[in-house]
């Protein structure tokens, strides 16, 4: 799964905690260092966050296997990862790879949905999730429209189902 950096924009990076072990690709680390959205110290300190280095040539057949060569490095090395590691959740925002990750049968999760989960899972209160929700149409650099923020807080809002 790789790391999102939105949650980080707006103070909740912990979140990610609830999801036991992250995988995250050598170009998704990369990436995410290089651009200064997370320093490699941030990636190392958190407990559950497991560096990945993929096989190239094995990545290479599987984006040709998979009509992946529109996604960029860090994106198909993610889908990759899901199949080689049997993992079926993707943490992801990008359109396009969500796209993709249901092609391949997994599961997309953005940002905005892990609120919903923290929240359903009382690791944070219904304002926290609220105001996260918030930050994330209003702060962050995510591109969400208000109207999926407002249906992201409506989910908070429905109790689960029995």
């Not at 990945?52 to 009509?67: D, G, L």
């Not at 930050?135 to 407002?150: C, E």
Request: glycine share 4%.
């Amino acid at each position: 799964m790789p790391v999102h950096c939105h949650l980080a924009e707006i103070g909740c990076f912990r979140l990610l905690r609830a999801f036991g072990a992250l995988w995250v690709p050598h170009a998704v680390w990369l990436e995410t260092a290089e651009h200064n959205r997370l320093s490699q110290n941030d990636l190392s300190e958190e407990p559950n966050i497991q560096k990945y280095s993929a096989p190239q040539f094995e990545v290479a057949q599987f984006i040709i296997e998979n009509n992946l060569t529109e996604l960029h490095a860090g994106e198909r090395e993610c889908l990759y990862l899901c199949r080689e590691k049997g993992i079926t959740t993707l943490l992801t925002d990008d359109l396009a790879v969500r796209d993709a990750a249901r092609r391949l049968n997994l599961v997309p999760v953005g940002s905005l949905g892990i609120v919903v989960m923290a929240y359903k899972r009382k690791d944070i209160t219904l304002p926290d999730a609220e105001r996260y929700i918030a930050d994330l149409y209003d702060v962050s650099s995510l591109f969400v429209t208000r109207d999926i923020a407002d249906i992201a807080i409506e989910q908070l809002r429905t109790p689960p189902k029995r």
